[in-house]
Each structure stands twice: as structure tokens, then as C-alpha cells.
């Protein structure tokens, strides 16, 4: 006969074979200072880049993972 599953169910099925690698919520792959200004928001400068700098120093990855969802 035919597959029971809607359209929207069924591409939930084939998104469950997804390697985990592939979906990001945060600061667990590499990142530098110039990404921690962006994801702030704010224009790239050179006192914001140290800045950056000395909080991923300070704080590793909880210094992007505050401005992301």
C-alpha cells in the first residue's frame, strides 16, 4: 500500500541518521577572537580583538557561547 508517514515526518526520520558532528549549538569547535566580536554583534576592531582575546584566555569557550542561543 503506502507509507503512513506525512511529509514532515518523514523528514524527521532522515534527519535522524545525521552524524551529531554536523550540527553546532555552540562553542565546541575551534573559534577566535574576531568570532567572538562578531557573534557579540558588534563592528571588528582592534581593542574589541584583545579584548576578545583575553576573555576567551580567561573564560574559553563561555566567552562565545554567551551570545549564542
Known amino acids: ?13 532522515s ?3 545525521e ?4 550540527l553546532y549549538t555552540g ?3 575551534p573559534f577566535d ?3 567572538v566580536v562578531m557573534a ?3 563592528d571588528v ?3 574589541r580583538l584583545e579584548r576578545a582575546k ?3 584566555e580567561e573564560k574559553g569557550a563561555a566567552a562565545l557561547e554567551r551570545y549564542l542561543p
Open 1 to 13: 500500500m503506502g507509507s503512513s508517514m506525512s511529509g514532515t515526518e518523514a523528514a524527521d526520520e
Open 15 to 17: 534527519r535522524r541518521g
Open 19 to 22: 552524524p551529531q558532528r554536523l
Open 27 to 29: 562553542g565546541e569547535r
Open 33 to 35: 577572537p574576531e568570532d
Open 40 to 42: 557579540s554583534g558588534r
Open 45 to 47: 576592531t582592534p581593542e
Open 54 to 56: 583575553r576573555e576567551i
